[in-house]
């Protein structure tokens, strides 16, 4: 019995160890390239770029294998601060990936809704939610208005409507450190 809590113990150890030196190594570089890009980029995760997401195109502008216009949720003003972030001129926002538009939210129509899930499949920040067989719902201020939940609605219950102001990503904020006097 000692001997299997012995071990269990140095085990925990160990993988506490390894998870402590991983989060350490795999915390991204906040004054990289590919992080500032990224921090300009609207968060919308609305793959119109032809990235998966946002950080994915933001490592495409830094590796130069992308455009800096190529997010139409950013629009002519996004492209400007890329432009100026990289020391580059402006250019108009690249129309083959779609248009700039007012800012939107998605909101689901509790009478239309048949509880599929397929829209909460589809969304790339999970702010619908819901359960299978029963009416879903989006939390507006974790919407993006990425629009990937339209097309896989069975029902077309979900309608998008203007926002007042523009997505605002959440940001951490820094856990203060207390250090004990001696």
């Given at each position: 019995?000692?001997?299997?809590?012995?071990?269990?113990?140095?085990?925990?150890?160990?993988?506490?160890?390894?998870?402590?030196?991983?989060?350490?190594?795999?915390?991204?570089?906040?004054?990289?390239?590919?992080?500032?890009?990224?921090?300009?980029l609207p968060q919308t995760q609305c793959a119109q770029c032809g990235y998966p997401g946002c950080r994915p195109y933001a490592q495409a502008i830094a590796e130069g294998e992308a455009d800096i216009n190529q997010c139409p949720p950013g629009g002519e003003e996004g492209v400007r601060v890329l432009a100026?972030?990289?020391?580059?001129?402006?250019?108009p926002l690249?129309?083959?990936?779609?248009?700039?538009?007012?800012?939107?939210?998605?909101?689901i129509d509790e009478d239309r809704c048949i509880g599929c899930t397929l829209c909460i499949q589809a969304c790339p920040v999970?702010?619908?939610?819901?359960?299978?067989?029963?009416?879903?719902t989006v939390i507006e201020s974790e919407c993006t208005g990425c629009e990937l939940c339209l097309p896989p609605c069975p029902v077309d219950c979900i309608d998008l409507v203007e926002r007042p102001q523009a997505y605002v990503p959440p940001r951490p904020e820094?856990?203060?450190i207390r250090v004990r006097a001696a």
């Open positions: 019995m000692l001997i299997a809590i012995s071990v269990l113990t140095a085990l925990v150890l160990f993988l506490g160890a390894g998870l402590l030196w991983a989060g350490k190594r795999l915390t991204p570089d906040e004054t990289s390239l590919t992080e500032q890009i990224n921090d300009l100026a972030l990289l020391g580059v001129e402006a250019k690249d129309a083959s990936h779609g248009e700039h538009k007012p800012p939107i939210v998605a909101l999970d702010a619908i939610i819901g359960a299978p067989r029963l009416m879903h820094p856990i203060p």
